[in-house]
């Protein structure tokens, strides 16, 4: 598609429950990132991938957090025995190539009660 | 010290008027420079992407970019109510960042009618 779609929109858990969420990038798009916004537009880089293979992880909490990008799928960015402080937007953005410029879908709010 | 600063603003103009939104920057190897607005509940969109010092224009919006200084800025001509959201500077670097975007914190801009 044209646009990066981020899929649910928001995402309800209670602590130590699991919560996956879902990104599909721009068609013909080989780098996907994804971002974690906390208190108010603190951005957080977490992982990207080129196409199904990891490209940076240097921002993933190595214990709790996974992502995936596999063939004809969306990519998910997954977490385990979530804690309130996972409270959050995630954003998804996704470029063609690597210095090209990111568009970003509209996230997914994540609460975690 | 932020690789990144932004003044957060918040900014209140009346419409017509010039704005004038500023970044400075801290790691003299970033290389690609954007600027992103972002509505409430919505994800960050592309405005302006400049990779080298000088000035891009496109419409009522100006990138400027001075590496010496490590200062980049926005300018909005002839602003409008629906400009009004938060202004999100960001930038990258090829080398050991991977891409990765380093945002500011955001300006938070209100254009009255």
């Known amino acids: 598609g044209e646009e990066v779609a981020q899929t649910p929109k928001h995402l309800v858990r209670g602590e130590g429950q699991k919560a996956k969420l879902y990104c599909a990038p721009i068609?013909?798009?080989?780098?996907v990132f994804w971002y974690q916004q906390v208190l108010k537009n603190e951005f957080k880089f977490l992982i990207s991938?080129?196409?199904?293979?990891?490209?940076?992880e240097t921002g993933m909490p190595k214990e709790r957090f996974s992502a995936k990008c596999l063939p004809n799928s969306p990519c998910s960015l997954e977490i385990q025995a979530t804690k309130l402080e996972d409270s959050a937007v995630y954003f998804c953005?996704?470029?063609?190539?690597?210095?090209?410029?990111?568009?970003f879908g509209d996230g997914t709010r994540l609460s975690i009660l | 010290q932020k690789e990144v600063e932004q003044d957060p603003g918040p900014l209140s103009v009346p419409e017509g008027a010039i704005v004038s939104l500023n970044c400075t920057y801290s790691?003299?190897?970033?290389?690609?420079f954007m600027w992103y607005r972002q509505y409430s509940r919505k994800g960050p969109e592309l405005l302006m992407y400049?990779?080298?010092?000088g000035n891009k224009e496109d419409g009522r919006f100006t990138a400027q970019v001075d590496k010496s200084s490590k200062y980049i800025s926005l300018f909005i001509r002839d602003s409008q109510p629906s400009d009004s959201a938060t202004y999100l500077c960001?930038?990258?670097?090829?080398?050991?960042?991977?891409?990765?975007?380093?945002f500011g914190k955001g300006t938070l801009l209100t254009v009255n009618p």
């Open positions: 953005a996704s470029s063609q190539f690597q210095d090209q410029p990111q568009h």
């Open positions: 068609k013909g798009h080989s780098y």
């Open positions: 991938f080129q196409n199904e293979n990891v490209f940076d």
């Open positions: 790691n003299s190897a970033f290389q690609y």
């Open positions: 400049t990779y080298s010092s």
């Open positions: 960001a930038m990258s670097d090829s080398g050991g960042s991977n891409y990765k975007l380093t």
